[in-house]
DNA sequence: CTGAAAGCGCTTACAG
DNA sequence: CTGAAAGCGCTTACAG
């Protein structure tokens, strides 16, 4: 039969098409009746631990899997989330979906995954599809924190959390810290002994970019030290960071230079640093460089390496499941954004000045 | 509330906690016994136009939505798939991911994300999970095509449809036609005047590398023209291409030269046209560079722009859905792995000689 | 401590 | 053409 393992079809426990086993099942060969069974099962009512005991036992030794359709019914809960992205790259949406998977599948839930690209109607098939699936919440991710998705999330009437998106007042809603990424990205370039500090970053409407360059401009003022120049808002390709790294070095340009760049993300790092290595400058020992992202296809393959903020999104989705299962529990979860942590990963491309690494 | 839209919570249709519409509640306001509503819904059994009129629109005025678990629990189908993936970057997950959706929406059907590097353990939690959830079926989706999960996917008792991994013997799966679009690539590097075309790719334990490198040398010995040198395998980095590149065009290296250069990644793409561009070379004047995956990021990002290969992968995903649905109704379905066309993206790497763009 | 019964929201033979 | 009834696999008052 098509799609089935090769051999021993007949001795596999359950084959295809089998009658599944039922709590019924269990409740027979443990002797006992369905209401016990059920109950032994999930540790709830009193009973002799003998009982229990042996209502697992037969339950292990069937291989018996509770039907959560059934339970769903009955309990009103599915045990199940939706997570709504239109980040059809996945780039940010796979690392936060991977966090939120990971920390429900020891709760038993489970997550549908609503992905692509997003119209207006697209959204409300999607929507849709989760209202029919009983879904007990829903997640909107996003690609960047400042817009939502194409349509309004109406009044659902299960909890929904917005994950590095947009986040309507009085919803609850989880983004990276970029200020404190930042901060601690510049904190670094201070500790290694950068005094000349740049910032090179994307497109001005992203709100993003005006985080990072607040974090930017903060951390330096705490060390008392002068930004160099205005932050410079650009695109968020290699090509501008590129561009702009070799105006700042230009020969004939201006006799003030930074030694040390922070930049908007890792594709701005790259070519900053491809830039600079080109005009035969030295990185990290003229100038250090650090990024944002840990994007690390980009990250890694940047010579050197580059020392980059990791966004924690992986957590990030873990931490919106947890508040998710309490929203669904009725546990009271302040409204509004909470801001992540960001974690800073020191690679090659930051050093002290004049420092020559193998 | 926390997780609640702003204002007019009260004017909304359906406010949460609020009691869901059943078909009951449409039957009574439809006037018609709950069968006859269910049939009516379902455009089964027979009955005149008017009534069924009457409770589509008793259903539309309600918002009426079925619940899929009590539907799922009679019809004894969830109208649930499982993706099962060990992607963590989502890199080729995510399209896959976006296909299969996009394929199933419409079909009511939706998807459940198991993503995460996996460990046997993790998998085997996943799987249980997903037979708990009913599932109709399981998609397992890889990162390559000669690698599986870390456990056997037993005897389920649904079908298994294998996306982009390895598939076992009697089992159906859907993968890029690697051999394909190496020919489309290398064809096209012909027809812009291209002879003497070299093959630099990744590791030579992939079976990718292997397919990819038949092709090139396929549709050279169709045009009479010799493969030049042998493939080049190492890694799927930018810096082995960068490396390859500059040894092959190393002024006391060898006199005879490529003059394009088929890649087998857009990493190893980007790092050869970096080192041929670093040489004082012109891509694509002098050399042309054509890449695989249509990794939009790098290939964009390239100058210039890289000519690639795209995979697929979305329409993969849907074509996988397909089969996949086929599998549910009982139709037949071939086992073994079917080979889903790659279509050739041309940028601005590849050109006939001394051509010079703008 | 244990069980019989009702019910979650649907669909589907079976009657009429 | 339409409806009353049984049942999908569970859980949970309600009795005992």
Redesign the interface.
């Known amino acids: 039969m ?5 051999e ?2 007949k001795a ?1 426990p ?5 009658a ?1 086993v039922t709590i019924r099942d269990v409740a027979e060969m443990a002797g006992v009746s369905v209401t016990t069974a059920s109950r032994a099962l999930n540790d709830t009512g009193r009973m002799t631990e003998a009982t229990r005991e042996k209502v697992r036992a037969a339950a292990d030794q069937l291989g018996y ?6 339970r ?2 009955v309990s009103r809960r ?1 045990f ?1 989330l939706g ?1 709504l992205t239109n ?5 940010f ?3 936060i ?2 966090g939120l ?2 920390g429900m ?2 709760r ?1 839930v ?7 690209e997003k119209d207006a109607e ?1 959204t409300r ?2 929507l ?7 879904v007990d919440g829903l997640i909107v991710a996003g690609k960047r924190i400042d817009r939502g998705l194409p349509i ?10 917005y994950v590095n998106s947009a986040c ?5 809603g989880f983004v990276p810290d970029d200020i404190g990424g930042a901060r601690a990205a510049v904190a670094h370039l201070v500790a290694v002994g950068r005094q000349r500090i740049a910032h090179i970053t994307g497109p001005r409407q992203f709100a993003a970019t005006a985080l990072r360059a607040q974090g930017w401009r903060e951390i330096l003022e705490e060390h008392e030290l002068a930004p160099f120049g205005e932050a410079l808002f650009g695109e968020w ?3 501008f960071g590129y561009r702009t790294a070799q105006t700042m070095f230009d020969p004939d340009g201006p006799a003030e230079r930074p030694d040390g760049i922070f930049c908007g993300n890792d ?1 701005i790092a790259r070519g900053v640093i491809d830039g600079l290595t080109l005009l035969g400058l030295r990185v990290p020992d003229d100038i250090s460089v650090v990024g944002f992202d840990n994007w ?2 980009f990250a890694k ?1 940047t ?1 050197p390496p580059l020392t980059t903020v990791d966004m924690g999104l992986f957590d990030l989705g873990q931490t919106a499941g947890q508040a998710m299962l309490d ?1 669904i529990d009725g546990k ?4 509004g954004i909470t801001r992540t942590p960001c974690r800073l990963v020191v690679r090659e491309s930051s050093a002290p000045p004049g420092h020559r690494p193998l």
Chains 1, 2 share one sequence.
Do not use: W
């Open positions: 098509p799609g089935e393992g090769p021993q079809s596999a359950a084959g295809r098409g089998l599944r899997r509770p039907n959560s359709m059934a769903g019914l599915s199940t997570l980040d059809s790259y996945g780039r949406t796979l690392p979906a991977a998977s990971s599948v020891d038993g489970s997550v549908f995954l609503c992905a692509g697209r098939l999607d849709q599809a989760m209202e029919e699936k009983c309004d999330i109406p009044h659902q009437r299960v909890p929904v959390i309507p007042p009085g919803a609850v390709s290699e090509d594709q690390e296809i393959a010579r929203l009271p979860v302040e409204p």
